[in-house]
């Protein structure tokens, strides 16, 4: 599975998912691409995800932004659109698709099959939609819900399933030089790929440092960037949990700016209990220092294009 990191909408307003649902598009023949293509100019039902059976599947909508998919239990669900194949190999494709991704989304938030819904189980449970999705498609191919839950939980029971997700390749259209700034009335530095938004904060008054790193252009791990409107920091990780903690104590999450690699450059991550600033760096010498002048030392944040 490829996942594509491709956001063509912002979605509906903020979105904090308890539960996996999945959809079939309904559309024969189309492909994610095709419909990532659709949302693009008329992004009213794009969905957080949709795959088909070349194996790429887009990410088209934050995880964190609500999209309109299953009437009123929209604001409880994060969701895949599964591509409708027109043949029984092209569908098996899919099924594998799917399968794997929902394992994914269960695991990387440590849910249990329980938080695993159908389009068809949000319409009884919630209302506001008469969709039965994907009952009808698996049932044109020989295969009905039950036996999709059955392998996405053999998924999560698989001792070797962990190891399988960290093999699956993110690709997405970033990459390239990672701009450092510098404020100087707070003190704090931002870092961004975004040209636009470093040159708007240059204008603002921020200090341009040069390029921090370079970010991969395809990665295993997401990037969160989480920001605290209390003192305007900002904070980088690979882990996905630790995002969950920062939004309870009231910090905001920020989407995904890049993506790491294990076998990557690391990026040290550097505390200022002082001002309450996350300072990152891939110069040893540059942490040394810091932890030399009272900073503390916090371990590699996530690893980035090697030189």
């Not at 029984?88 to 938030?109: I, T, Y």
């Not at 975004?194 to 252009?217: F, H, N, T």
Request: charged share 20%; with cysteine.
């Amino acid at each position: 599975m490829n996942i594509i990191e491709d956001i063509v909408s912002n979605g509906h307003g903020l979105l904090d998912p308890s539960y996996v649902v999945i959809h079939e598009t309904a559309n024969p023949g189309a492909t994610a691409k095709n419909h990532r293509d659709y949302w693009s100019n008329d992004d009213t039902y794009a969905v957080h995800y949709v795959g088909d059976w070349t194996g790429d599947c887009y990410h088209c909508v934050p995880e964190d932004r609500l999209c309109w998919q299953v009437g009123r239990g929209n604001a409880y669900v994060v969701g895949i659109e599964l591509c409708h194949a027109n043949n029984q190999s092209d569908f098996d494709k899919v099924w594998n698709l799917g399968v794997e991704w929902a394992a994914m989304q269960l695991s990387k938030r440590g849910w249990g099959i329980d938080r695993l819904l159908s389009h068809y189980d949000c319409t009884i449970r919630w209302g506001g939609s008469d969709h039965t999705d994907p009952i009808d498609y698996f049932q044109q191919y020989g295969r009905s819900w039950e036996e999709f839950v059955a392998d996405v939980a053999y998924e999560l029971n698989n001792p070797d399933h962990g190891k399988e997700i960290e093999k699956v390749q993110y690709v997405y259209n970033g990459g390239g030089d990672v701009h450092r700034l510098y404020n100087p009335n707070s003190g704090f530095h931002h870092y961004t790929l975004s040209s636009a938004e470093k040159d708007a904060l240059v204008e603002a008054g921020w200090q341009y440092e040069g390029i921090a790193w370079r970010a991969p252009k395809c990665g295993e791990f997401p990037v969160y960037r989480m920001y605290n409107p209390g003192n305007g920091d900002h904070f980088y990780t690979e882990d996905y949990f630790t995002c969950v903690d920062l939004q309870e104590q009231g910090w905001h999450p920020e989407g995904v700016p890049f993506f790491s690699n294990s076998e990557g450059t690391p990026v040290f991550r550097v505390y200022n209990s002082n001002s309450g600033e996350h300072f990152y760096t891939v110069s040893e010498g540059e942490r040394d220092n810091l932890r030399n002048a009272g900073w503390d030392y916090e371990g590699v944040s996530f690893h980035v294009a090697k030189e």
